[in-house]
DNA sequence: GGAAAGTATATACACGGTCTATGTAAATCG
DNA sequence: CGATTTACATAGACCGTGTATATACTTTCC
């Protein structure tokens, strides 16, 4: 029996916020990741979205539009993305992540996954099934959080 | 059908760490929080376990010791927790929790729950259940991802 | 069509958070 | 008891992030 009352929900949301932020970190860091966990969300956002200004990364990924601006400039400095302009309106510049940008990326999922697997497989199918519905939930609530 | 395939399971590694990390910082961000999420694991760690050593805290949470003694210190300046001399080992400091710790633990919590809750209350208990189950699996996973 | 307001991005500056390398003191071991 | 190991702190460097502000362009409204 799952409770629905006020408590059990508030608990709820600060063990997934304080348990997915622990796991992300300690995973990344098994990953032997160097870069950051937002910098390699904006290149999976260019690479499922395509091009996205800088404004539309900052606002998707909850971080204020300068950060965002430092963030696509390091990955432009290593070749990552590239800005272009936007012919529809000159302030803009889109974003564009480029052939190396994407293997950087395939190359980081390979070591979280090769780092992370071990621990996964130890799980049944039961528990995998619930990991991976959570993933599509957690993705959702933070869209939500994010509309308003 | 759940694939185990290796493929399966490496995806799933890769959105748990992308997904969760977004979901941890969109909803704490709306939780209006100024601490960041380590040191607020670590005075939830001392609540929950009790006193523990600076390099204690430094494994659990997966960061370098210096970088808890950053933590620890910047806690200390704020009055949330109180270092202490282990009788049993001049070496060791010992971290404890204060009541005004609690106290911000407890607010932070309240934050979290209020800004979370409404996206919450919109799923069914189906997904509340496989939440809960969610959180205390990542638990597990970054325990194990630690150990070694 | 021109001034005022709004929008998209960049820059400046400050500080927190993290790392590696190293220092210091205490405990342990041979 | 001397050498090694352990626990923590400090030093120095750099990334990541915020707020405040500047710049350039666009839109709106007489």
């Known amino acids: 029996m799952i409770s629905q009352s006020p408590e059990g929900v508030d608990q ?26 937002i910098a390699l969300r904006v290149l999976a956002n260019l690479q499922q979205e395509g091009d996205l200004r800088v ?3 900052a606002r998707r990924e909850t971080i204020s539009q300068p ?3 430092a963030t696509v400039n390091r990955l432009e400095e ?4 590239a800005r272009a302009a936007d012919p529809a309106d000159a302030r803009a510049a889109i974003v564009r992540i480029t052939d190396a940008g994407g293997a950087e ?12 697997r071990p621990a996964l ?11 991976g519905r959570a993933a599509a939930l957690l993705q959702q609530l933070a869209d939500r959080l994010n509309d308003r």
Do not use: K, P, Y
Not at 105 to 116: D, I
């Open 12 to 37: 709820l949301a600060v063990r997934l916020i304080s348990q997915g932020s622990r796991f992300a970190r300690t995973a990344s860091r098994r990953a032997g990741e160097q870069r950051s966990l």
């Open 78 to 81: 290593d070749g990552l993305v």
């Open 67 to 69: 950060a965002m601006t």
């Open 105 to 116: 990326l395939e190359a980081f999922r390979m070591r979280a996954a090769a780092g992370v």
């Open 121 to 131: 497989e130890a799980l049944g199918e039961d528990d995998l099934a619930v990991l």
């Open 55 to 57: 404004g539309e990364l």
